[in-house]
Protein backbone atom coordinates (compact mmCIF):
# COMPACT_ATOMS: atom_id res chain seq x y z
CA UNK A 1 0.00 0.00 0.00
CA UNK A 2 1.00 3.54 -1.10
CA UNK A 3 -0.21 6.60 0.34
CA UNK A 4 1.43 8.76 -2.60
CA UNK A 5 0.45 9.26 -6.01
CA UNK A 6 1.16 6.46 -8.58
CA UNK A 7 3.00 7.26 -11.85
CA UNK A 8 -0.89 7.10 -13.71
CA UNK A 9 -1.79 10.00 -11.27
CA UNK A 10 -3.89 8.27 -8.75
CA UNK A 11 -3.95 8.28 -4.88
CA UNK A 12 -5.38 4.66 -4.82
CA UNK A 13 -8.65 4.48 -6.79
CA UNK A 14 -8.74 8.82 -7.16
CA UNK A 15 -6.99 11.35 -9.07
CA UNK A 16 -6.41 11.19 -12.59
CA UNK A 17 -7.29 14.33 -15.44
CA UNK A 18 -11.24 14.12 -15.88
CA UNK A 19 -10.77 17.30 -18.41
CA UNK A 20 -11.81 17.83 -21.71
CA UNK A 21 -10.36 17.55 -25.01
CA UNK A 22 -9.70 21.19 -25.97
CA UNK A 23 -7.81 21.17 -21.96
CA UNK A 24 -5.38 18.81 -23.02
CA UNK A 25 -2.67 20.17 -24.89
CA UNK A 26 -2.12 22.58 -21.61
CA UNK A 27 -2.26 19.86 -18.66
CA UNK A 28 -0.08 17.65 -20.90
CA UNK A 29 2.81 20.45 -21.22
CA UNK A 30 2.56 20.66 -17.49
CA UNK A 31 2.19 16.58 -17.14
CA UNK A 32 5.35 15.84 -18.82
CA UNK A 33 7.77 19.15 -17.35
CA UNK A 34 6.75 19.32 -13.74
CA UNK A 35 9.06 16.88 -12.42
CA UNK A 36 11.93 17.53 -14.40
CA UNK A 37 11.80 21.28 -13.77
CA UNK A 38 11.56 20.62 -9.95
CA UNK A 39 14.59 18.27 -9.78
CA UNK A 40 16.62 21.33 -11.82
CA UNK A 41 19.59 22.64 -9.54
CA UNK A 42 18.62 26.40 -10.69
CA UNK A 43 15.16 25.98 -9.92
CA UNK A 44 15.63 24.20 -6.49
CA UNK A 45 18.00 27.11 -5.46
CA UNK A 46 15.70 29.70 -6.75
CA UNK A 47 12.59 28.36 -4.92
CA UNK A 48 14.75 27.84 -1.65
CA UNK A 49 16.09 31.29 -1.65
CA UNK A 50 12.37 33.22 -2.25
CA UNK A 51 10.97 30.90 0.43
CA UNK A 52 13.67 32.04 2.83
CA UNK A 53 13.92 35.64 1.84
CA UNK A 54 10.70 36.37 0.91
CA UNK A 55 8.47 34.15 2.59
CA UNK A 56 10.25 34.53 6.15
CA UNK A 57 11.18 30.29 5.77
CA UNK A 58 11.62 28.58 7.75
CA UNK A 59 8.85 28.88 9.95
CA UNK A 60 9.64 28.44 13.45
CA UNK A 61 8.20 24.73 15.57
CA UNK A 62 7.07 26.42 18.50
CA UNK A 63 6.75 24.17 21.45
CA UNK A 64 3.19 25.38 23.06
CA UNK A 65 4.26 25.23 26.69
CA UNK A 66 0.96 26.50 28.27
CA UNK A 67 -1.24 24.56 25.55
CA UNK A 68 0.36 21.66 26.63
CA UNK A 69 -0.02 21.99 30.20
CA UNK A 70 -3.83 22.35 29.82
CA UNK A 71 -4.20 19.00 27.77
CA UNK A 72 -1.50 17.21 29.55
CA UNK A 73 0.49 16.46 26.19
CA UNK A 74 3.87 17.66 24.09
CA UNK A 75 2.40 20.15 21.61
CA UNK A 76 4.03 21.85 18.97
CA UNK A 77 2.52 24.22 17.12
CA UNK A 78 4.02 24.85 12.93
CA UNK A 79 3.86 28.38 12.15
CA UNK A 80 3.10 28.93 8.66
CA UNK A 81 0.98 31.97 9.89
CA UNK A 82 4.22 33.88 9.89
CA UNK A 83 5.09 33.57 6.48
CA UNK A 84 4.56 36.63 4.33
CA UNK A 85 1.03 37.27 3.33
CA UNK A 86 -0.36 35.09 6.35
CA UNK A 87 -0.64 31.44 5.50
CA UNK A 88 1.07 28.17 3.96
CA UNK A 89 -0.67 29.21 -0.19
CA UNK A 90 2.22 31.35 -0.82
CA UNK A 91 4.43 28.23 -0.64
CA UNK A 92 3.02 27.18 -3.45
CA UNK A 93 2.53 30.31 -5.46
CA UNK A 94 6.02 30.66 -5.35
CA UNK A 95 6.53 27.44 -6.73
CA UNK A 96 3.81 27.88 -9.40
CA UNK A 97 5.10 31.21 -10.68
CA UNK A 98 8.48 29.98 -11.14
CA UNK A 99 7.53 26.45 -12.92
CA UNK A 100 5.18 29.27 -15.04
CA UNK A 101 8.55 30.96 -15.70
CA UNK A 102 10.51 27.83 -16.90
CA UNK A 103 8.04 26.86 -19.00
CA UNK A 104 7.55 30.26 -20.90
CA UNK A 105 4.07 31.62 -19.95
CA UNK A 106 3.62 35.47 -19.95
CA UNK A 107 -0.01 35.22 -18.17
CA UNK A 108 -1.09 33.69 -14.83
CA UNK A 109 -4.78 33.11 -14.65
CA UNK A 110 -6.05 31.65 -11.09
CA UNK A 111 -9.52 31.27 -9.50
CA UNK A 112 -10.35 32.20 -5.75
CA UNK A 113 -13.73 31.89 -3.39
CA UNK A 114 -12.76 34.07 -0.06
CA UNK A 115 -9.74 35.59 -1.91
CA UNK A 116 -6.94 34.08 -0.36
CA UNK A 117 -5.46 32.34 -2.78
CA UNK A 118 -6.21 35.19 -4.95
CA UNK A 119 -4.20 37.42 -2.75
CA UNK A 120 -1.34 34.94 -3.25
CA UNK A 121 -1.16 34.57 -6.54
CA UNK A 122 -1.19 38.45 -6.89
CA UNK A 123 1.53 38.84 -5.01
CA UNK A 124 4.37 36.46 -6.46
CA UNK A 125 2.73 38.22 -9.95
CA UNK A 126 4.05 41.38 -8.66
CA UNK A 127 6.85 39.84 -7.86
CA UNK A 128 7.80 38.82 -10.81
CA UNK A 129 6.47 41.29 -12.86
CA UNK A 130 3.59 39.13 -14.36
CA UNK A 131 0.43 39.51 -15.65
CA UNK A 132 -2.07 38.37 -13.76
CA UNK A 133 -6.01 37.45 -13.99
CA UNK A 134 -8.25 36.69 -10.90
CA UNK A 135 -11.90 34.71 -11.52
CA UNK A 136 -14.12 35.61 -8.36
CA UNK A 137 -17.67 34.66 -8.32
CA UNK A 138 -19.46 38.13 -8.21
CA UNK A 139 -21.03 37.20 -4.94
CA UNK A 140 -18.08 36.60 -3.25
CA UNK A 141 -16.50 39.85 -4.29
CA UNK A 142 -19.52 41.87 -2.44
CA UNK A 143 -18.80 39.26 0.26
CA UNK A 144 -14.57 39.31 0.51
CA UNK A 145 -13.76 43.64 -0.66
CA UNK A 146 -10.59 43.68 1.68
CA UNK A 147 -8.79 40.98 -0.59
CA UNK A 148 -10.24 42.43 -3.63
CA UNK A 149 -8.48 45.43 -2.63
CA UNK A 150 -5.15 43.79 -1.88
CA UNK A 151 -5.27 42.13 -5.21
CA UNK A 152 -6.08 45.40 -7.10
CA UNK A 153 -3.25 47.01 -5.25
CA UNK A 154 -0.67 44.12 -5.97
CA UNK A 155 -2.08 45.31 -9.56
CA UNK A 156 -3.88 42.02 -10.45
CA UNK A 157 -7.32 42.36 -12.50
CA UNK A 158 -10.31 40.82 -10.81
CA UNK A 159 -13.07 39.85 -13.33
CA UNK A 160 -16.54 39.12 -11.48
CA UNK A 161 -17.99 35.41 -12.23
CA UNK A 162 -21.43 36.27 -13.32
CA UNK A 163 -22.98 32.83 -13.77
CA UNK A 164 -24.63 30.20 -11.73
CA UNK A 165 -24.06 30.76 -7.79
CA UNK A 166 -21.93 33.25 -8.10
CA UNK A 167 -19.55 31.89 -6.76
CA UNK A 168 -16.16 29.53 -6.31
CA UNK A 169 -16.77 26.88 -8.67
CA UNK A 170 -18.31 29.64 -11.20
CA UNK A 171 -15.00 31.32 -11.43
CA UNK A 172 -13.24 28.11 -11.66
CA UNK A 173 -15.71 27.87 -14.80
CA UNK A 174 -14.43 31.21 -15.97
CA UNK A 175 -10.70 30.21 -15.49
CA UNK A 176 -10.55 27.27 -17.03
CA UNK A 177 -12.40 28.70 -20.29
CA UNK A 178 -9.56 31.15 -19.77
CA UNK A 179 -7.42 28.98 -20.00
CA UNK A 180 -9.11 26.82 -23.10
CA UNK A 181 -8.71 30.38 -24.81
CA UNK A 182 -5.37 30.77 -24.20
CA UNK A 183 -3.51 27.87 -24.36
CA UNK A 184 0.37 28.64 -25.28
CA UNK A 185 0.93 32.18 -23.18
CA UNK A 186 -1.09 31.23 -19.83
CA UNK A 187 -0.38 29.30 -16.86
CA UNK A 188 -3.05 28.49 -14.22
CA UNK A 189 -2.57 28.59 -10.72
CA UNK A 190 -4.49 26.11 -8.70
CA UNK A 191 -4.60 27.04 -5.03
CA UNK A 192 -4.82 23.44 -3.10
CA UNK A 193 -4.05 19.84 -4.20
CA UNK A 194 -7.30 19.79 -6.35
CA UNK A 195 -7.50 19.69 -10.10
CA UNK A 196 -6.57 17.33 -13.01
CA UNK A 197 -3.14 15.52 -12.54
CA UNK A 198 -0.42 16.73 -11.98
CA UNK A 199 -1.74 19.54 -9.95
CA UNK A 200 -2.60 17.76 -6.60
CA UNK A 201 1.10 15.81 -6.91
CA UNK A 202 2.94 19.54 -7.91
CA UNK A 203 1.13 21.46 -5.20
CA UNK A 204 1.83 18.85 -2.30
CA UNK A 205 5.22 18.53 -3.24
CA UNK A 206 5.29 22.48 -3.00
CA UNK A 207 3.87 22.55 0.61
CA UNK A 208 6.37 19.39 1.06
CA UNK A 209 8.44 22.25 2.79
CA UNK A 210 6.56 21.99 5.80
CA UNK A 211 7.15 18.64 6.80
CA UNK A 212 10.63 18.61 5.51
CA UNK A 213 10.88 21.56 8.08
CA UNK A 214 9.06 19.74 11.07
CA UNK A 215 11.59 16.88 10.81
CA UNK A 216 14.81 18.69 11.79
CA UNK A 217 13.02 20.98 13.95
CA UNK A 218 11.91 18.04 15.89
CA UNK A 219 14.98 16.37 15.72
CA UNK A 220 16.35 19.39 17.75
CA UNK A 221 13.43 19.77 20.27
CA UNK A 222 12.80 16.20 21.02
CA UNK A 223 15.53 13.97 19.44
CA UNK A 224 13.75 12.66 16.71
CA UNK A 225 12.16 13.19 13.18
CA UNK A 226 8.77 11.74 13.77
CA UNK A 227 5.77 13.07 15.92
CA UNK A 228 3.09 10.77 17.52
CA UNK A 229 0.54 12.79 15.33
CA UNK A 230 0.50 15.49 12.82
CA UNK A 231 -2.82 17.92 12.83
CA UNK A 232 -4.18 19.98 10.03
CA UNK A 233 -7.28 21.41 9.03
CA UNK A 234 -8.56 20.37 5.55
CA UNK A 235 -10.31 22.35 3.27
CA UNK A 236 -9.13 21.39 -0.67
CA UNK A 237 -6.12 20.14 1.54
CA UNK A 238 -2.51 21.72 0.27
CA UNK A 239 -1.74 22.84 4.44
CA UNK A 240 -2.51 19.22 5.39
CA UNK A 241 -0.68 17.76 2.23
CA UNK A 242 2.52 19.43 3.22
CA UNK A 243 2.27 18.98 7.07
CA UNK A 244 1.99 15.08 5.98
CA UNK A 245 4.08 14.83 2.98
CA UNK A 246 7.25 13.37 4.53
CA UNK A 247 5.14 11.15 7.03
CA UNK A 248 2.70 9.76 4.48
CA UNK A 249 4.19 6.20 4.45
CA UNK A 250 5.40 5.87 7.83
CA UNK A 251 2.42 4.90 10.21
CA UNK A 252 3.73 5.55 13.08
CA UNK A 253 2.72 8.93 12.38
CA UNK A 254 -0.74 9.47 13.03
CA UNK A 255 -2.49 11.65 10.74
CA UNK A 256 -5.76 13.88 11.53
CA UNK A 257 -7.83 15.67 8.89
CA UNK A 258 -10.51 18.36 10.54
CA UNK A 259 -13.00 18.72 8.03
CA UNK A 260 -15.91 21.77 8.73
CA UNK A 261 -18.69 20.50 10.37
CA UNK A 262 -20.37 24.20 10.00
CA UNK A 263 -23.27 24.22 11.48
CA UNK A 264 -23.56 20.49 12.24
CA UNK A 265 -22.56 17.31 9.63
CA UNK A 266 -26.59 16.64 9.34
CA UNK A 267 -27.83 20.29 9.34
CA UNK A 268 -27.42 20.66 5.36
CA UNK A 269 -24.79 23.14 6.41
CA UNK A 270 -21.24 21.97 6.38
CA UNK A 271 -17.94 21.27 4.78
CA UNK A 272 -17.52 18.12 5.95
CA UNK A 273 -16.84 16.03 2.74
CA UNK A 274 -15.57 12.95 3.94
CA UNK A 275 -18.27 12.08 6.24
CA UNK A 276 -21.66 13.73 3.37
CA UNK A 277 -19.25 13.26 0.41
CA UNK A 278 -19.51 10.47 -2.14
CA UNK A 279 -17.27 9.21 -5.47
CA UNK A 280 -17.38 12.12 -7.98
CA UNK A 281 -15.45 13.93 -10.20
CA UNK A 282 -14.81 17.88 -9.55
CA UNK A 283 -12.09 20.37 -11.03
CA UNK A 284 -10.90 16.91 -13.52
CA UNK A 285 -10.17 15.00 -10.68
CA UNK A 286 -11.79 12.00 -8.88
CA UNK A 287 -12.41 12.53 -5.98
CA UNK A 288 -14.93 12.66 -2.85
CA UNK A 289 -17.22 15.33 -3.02
CA UNK A 290 -20.44 16.48 -1.65
CA UNK A 291 -23.62 15.96 -4.28
CA UNK A 292 -27.36 15.30 -5.07
CA UNK A 293 -28.39 11.53 -5.82
CA UNK A 294 -28.47 12.83 -9.18
CA UNK A 295 -24.50 14.29 -8.64
CA UNK A 296 -25.19 17.90 -8.72
CA UNK A 297 -22.57 19.57 -6.74
CA UNK A 298 -23.99 21.15 -3.07
CA UNK A 299 -22.67 24.20 -1.57
CA UNK A 300 -21.03 23.86 1.52
CA UNK A 301 -21.14 25.95 4.21
CA UNK A 302 -18.34 26.46 6.88
CA UNK A 303 -18.08 29.90 9.07
CA UNK A 304 -14.05 29.85 7.55
CA UNK A 305 -13.81 30.75 4.12
CA UNK A 306 -10.93 28.60 3.18
CA UNK A 307 -12.91 25.68 4.40
CA UNK A 308 -15.77 25.78 2.67
CA UNK A 309 -15.18 23.81 -0.37
CA UNK A 310 -17.31 21.19 -1.40
CA UNK A 311 -14.63 18.46 -2.23
CA UNK A 312 -11.21 17.48 -1.00
CA UNK A 313 -8.39 16.56 -3.09
CA UNK A 314 -7.43 13.11 -4.11
CA UNK A 315 -4.71 12.73 -1.61
CA UNK A 316 -7.36 12.97 1.00
CA UNK A 317 -10.26 11.05 -0.78
CA UNK A 318 -7.45 8.02 -0.35
CA UNK A 319 -6.11 8.58 2.91
CA UNK A 320 -10.27 8.61 4.28
CA UNK A 321 -10.85 5.33 2.41
CA UNK A 322 -7.77 3.70 3.68
CA UNK A 323 -8.06 4.85 6.62
CA UNK A 324 -4.23 6.44 7.21
CA UNK A 325 -6.03 9.66 8.52
CA UNK A 326 -8.65 10.14 10.74
CA UNK A 327 -10.84 12.60 9.77
CA UNK A 328 -12.45 14.58 12.42
CA UNK A 329 -15.32 17.22 11.95
CA UNK A 330 -15.49 20.37 14.16
CA UNK A 331 -18.26 22.65 13.97
CA UNK A 332 -18.01 26.90 13.39
CA UNK A 333 -18.98 27.10 17.62
CA UNK A 334 -16.08 24.31 18.15
CA UNK A 335 -13.44 25.72 16.07
CA UNK A 336 -14.57 29.40 17.46
CA UNK A 337 -13.59 29.12 20.70
CA UNK A 338 -10.57 26.97 20.06
CA UNK A 339 -9.05 30.17 18.38
CA UNK A 340 -10.46 32.06 20.98
CA UNK A 341 -8.61 29.58 23.93
CA UNK A 342 -5.67 29.88 21.57
CA UNK A 343 -5.51 33.08 21.39
CA UNK A 344 -5.39 33.53 25.09
CA UNK A 345 -3.39 30.41 26.90
CA UNK A 346 -0.03 31.30 24.16
CA UNK A 347 -0.91 34.83 22.30
CA UNK A 348 -1.70 33.66 18.96
CA UNK A 349 -5.12 34.92 17.33
CA UNK A 350 -5.34 31.90 14.24
CA UNK A 351 -7.32 32.24 11.16
CA UNK A 352 -10.42 30.46 11.93
CA UNK A 353 -9.63 27.58 9.43
CA UNK A 354 -6.59 26.36 11.81
CA UNK A 355 -9.12 27.15 14.41
CA UNK A 356 -10.38 24.21 13.47
CA UNK A 357 -7.62 21.97 13.87
CA UNK A 358 -7.43 23.08 17.55
CA UNK A 359 -10.78 22.29 18.71
CA UNK A 360 -9.40 18.53 18.01
CA UNK A 361 -7.99 18.94 21.55
CA UNK A 362 -11.23 18.58 23.53
CA UNK A 363 -12.62 15.81 21.15
CA UNK A 364 -9.68 13.75 21.14
CA UNK A 365 -7.49 12.27 23.99
CA UNK A 366 -3.74 12.04 23.83
CA UNK A 367 -1.20 10.86 26.21
CA UNK A 368 1.28 12.85 28.11
CA UNK A 369 4.28 11.65 26.11
CA UNK A 370 2.50 11.96 23.09
CA UNK A 371 4.27 14.74 21.11
CA UNK A 372 1.59 16.32 18.37
CA UNK A 373 2.75 18.76 15.79
CA UNK A 374 -0.80 20.96 15.18
CA UNK A 375 -0.12 22.72 11.50
CA UNK A 376 -1.20 25.96 12.35
CA UNK A 377 -1.87 27.25 8.73
CA UNK A 378 -2.61 31.18 8.75
CA UNK A 379 -3.26 33.99 11.03
CA UNK A 380 -6.23 35.91 11.88
CA UNK A 381 -6.08 39.17 10.98
CA UNK A 382 -8.36 38.33 7.93
CA UNK A 383 -10.74 37.05 10.27
CA UNK A 384 -11.47 39.75 13.01
CA UNK A 385 -14.72 40.84 11.93
CA UNK A 386 -15.69 37.52 12.65
CA UNK A 387 -14.12 36.66 15.83
CA UNK A 388 -15.97 40.48 16.46
CA UNK A 389 -19.37 39.50 15.54
CA UNK A 390 -19.35 35.88 17.42
CA UNK A 391 -18.30 36.73 20.48
CA UNK A 392 -19.36 40.49 20.66
CA UNK A 393 -15.96 41.69 20.90
C1 LIG B 1 -6.98 28.41 2.22
C2 LIG B 1 -6.70 28.08 3.63
C3 LIG B 1 -6.92 26.80 4.16
C4 LIG B 1 -7.57 25.69 3.39
O1 LIG B 1 -6.89 25.28 2.24
P1 LIG B 1 -6.07 23.91 2.19
O2 LIG B 1 -5.72 23.76 0.77
O3 LIG B 1 -6.97 22.83 2.71
O4 LIG B 1 -4.88 24.07 3.06
C5 LIG B 1 -6.56 26.55 5.48
N1 LIG B 1 -6.04 27.52 6.25
C6 LIG B 1 -5.81 28.76 5.78
C7 LIG B 1 -5.22 29.78 6.70
C8 LIG B 1 -6.13 29.09 4.46
O5 LIG B 1 -5.92 30.34 4.02
Redesign the pocket.
Known sequence: MTYNINNKGYYGEFGGAYIPEMLYPNVEELRQNYLKIMAEPSFKEEFDQLLKDYVGRPSPLYFAKRLSEKYNTKIYLKR??LNHT????INNTIGQILMAQRLGKKRIIAETG?G??GV?TATVCALMGMECIVYMGEIDIARQAPNVARMKMLGATVIPALSGSRTLKDATNEAIRDWINNPVDTHYII????GPHPYPDM?ARF?AVVSEEIQWQLQEKEGKTTPDYVV???????????AYYHYLENTDVKLIAVEAAGKGVHTGESAATSVLGKEGIIHGSKTLLMQTDDGQITEPYSI????D?PG??PMHAHLYKTGRAEFIAITDDQAMNAGLELSQLEGII?????SHAFAVLKEKKFKKDDVVVINL???GD?DLQNYIDYFKL
Open positions: EDGAHKAQHAGSVVVQACVGGGSNAAGSAGLYVGPAIESSGRK
